[in-house]
């Protein structure tokens, strides 16, 4: 009786399992592969587990794609490139053509649109490259060449929830990621992806383009590497709310690095940011590396949480933290401040511990916030561990391990992450040094 029990539960376990495998497609598109274009993918009928594999080739791929759909939790719709010995697939934007005729709301603003007149939830974007989707170069819709627009983008999401990419390259578009705000769209992953050159094309002056510009409730930004803007945009534009912004090395752009701003309708948004190193861009033209609370009328009337970065001021008239509104607050602790300039423009409220902040750069009077110094011991070589602090560096172990959230790695220098060891007190800044760093190459 047991065994014939048994025998049923099996055979239904297996009969289901059959009937959600049978609902999953592979599309594999690319050099021998069942489809040669990505027009040929059927990606309008899109199911929950399927998955579209792009397989590298040395000529570019030259579609643009609207998502749809939507995946599940347990059963994503999966967009990937198959790389071939480290290089990705490459969709460009340059003479790109919009296959999926009805796709001509907002003409010409993305190479890869997720959600349209339906909300395209649970998708994964990942290992591709994406270039070129910007206001001097041109798309065909309709059979009808056109130029992209202003504030084109290399992925544009407009309406999905549960949102990744990852390890993709975006490059040369206006923006290289663009969002909506919530409810259209919430909890994007953004992870292990080099991010660089995105801007306003046409107008080398504009600072109305970045290399991402973000919206969204709960987005994570996580190990990525954020290279020089295009033009004037900022690095990092966030209008959002709960974003957290860790291990990523962000450095040399034009404008801000953090320009972490107001959207009205979250009237609260707090923000954690944090084992990031970011580096001010040696032609800089505004002087403001982090910028908190707002840029409208409206303010973020949050608290932004600042701890163990380390942050690279390269102007004598630098400010390293900038607040907006009188109700926005930021609390620093465990950061290395170094170069020149000011630390910050006594508007809001800051406060904080277990610093380290340059002797060159102007405090509030009166306030503690750490320790002071001329030097705070880098390895200083060209590796990718250049900002590792030194043995019997002033920032060794002097941090707290008091801090919002844990912080468990340390940035890659072309994205990714390092688990970050553990040895006695925790070290300031966004690396920590022990003895076990040896075992993965730093002396």
């Not at 005729?101 to 649109?113: E, F, P």
């Not at 094309?201 to 991402?212: K, T």
């Amino acid at each position: 009786m047991k065994k014939a029990i048994f025998t049923v539960v099996f055979w239904m376990l297996f009969f289901c399992g059959l009937t959600v495998d049978s609902r999953a497609a592979i599309y594999e598109v690319g050099p021998g592969k069942a489809h040669q274009e990505l027009d040929q993918v059927p990606f309008d009928d899109l199911k929950p587990g399927d998955q579209v594999k792009i397989y590298y080739r040395k000529a570019p791929y030259r579609s643009r794609i609207v998502i749809r759909r939507s995946g599940t939790v347990s059963q994503p719709i999966v967009i990937m490139g198959i790389t071939d010995k480290g290089k990705r697939p490459v969709i460009d934007g340059r003479n790109a053509v919009l296959f999926q005729k009805w796709a001509t709301m907002n003409s010409g603003r993305y190479l890869i649109r997720i959600g349209y007149d339906t909300t395209a939830d649970h998708i994964h974007i990942r290992d591709l490259a994406l270039g070129h989707a910007n206001n001097t170069e041109w798309t065909f819709e309709n059979n009808e060449k056109i130029k992209y627009t202003g504030n084109a983008a290399g992925i544009w999401i407009m309406k999905g929830r549960d949102i990744t990419i990852a390890n993709c390259l975006i490059y040369s578009c206006g923006n290289g990621i663009l969002t909506w705000h919530a409810p259209d769209v919430s909890h994007l992953t953004i992870k292990n992806s080099i991010i660089l050159n995105n801007g306003n094309h046409a107008n080398p002056s504009s600072d109305q383009e970045h290399n991402v510009y973000l919206g969204a409730a709960k987005t994570l930004v996580e190990a990525c590497y954020f290279g020089k803007p295009f033009a004037n945009g900022q690095n990092l534009k966030d209008r959002g709310m709960d974003t957290v912004i860790r291990y990523n090395w962000i450095e040399e752009g034009n404008n801000r690095q953090l320009d972490l701003v107001d959207y009205e309708g979250y009237k609260k948004a707090d923000a954690h940011v944090y084992g990031n190193v970011l580096i001010q861009g040696a032609t800089s033209q505004n002087h403001n590396m982090i910028h908190w609370g707002g840029d409208g009328e409206s303010s973020r009337s949050g608290t932004l949480y600042l701890f163990n970065n380390t942050i690279i001021g390269r102007h004598p008239l630098n400010r390293f933290i900038d607040v907006q509104y009188a109700d926005c607050k930021v609390d620093i602790r465990n950061n290395i401040f170094t170069g020149m300039g000011t630390l910050w423009n006594r508007v809001g409220m800051i406060y904080g511990s277990n610093n380290w902040i340059s002797n060159q750069i102007v405090c509030p009077d009166g306030m503690v916030l750490g320790i002071r110094g001329d030097f705070p011991g880098f390895l200083n070589s060209e590796k990718k561990f250049k900002y590792m602090p030194l043995s019997g560096s002033a920032v060794v172990n002097m941090g707290t391990a008091k801090t919002p959230l844990p912080v468990e790695y340390m940035p890659g220098l072309y994205a990714g992450k390092i688990k970050r060891p553990v040895f006695l007190g925790m070290d300031i800044g966004a690396f920590e040094y022990s003895l076990k760093m040896k075992k993965i190459g730093v002396d």
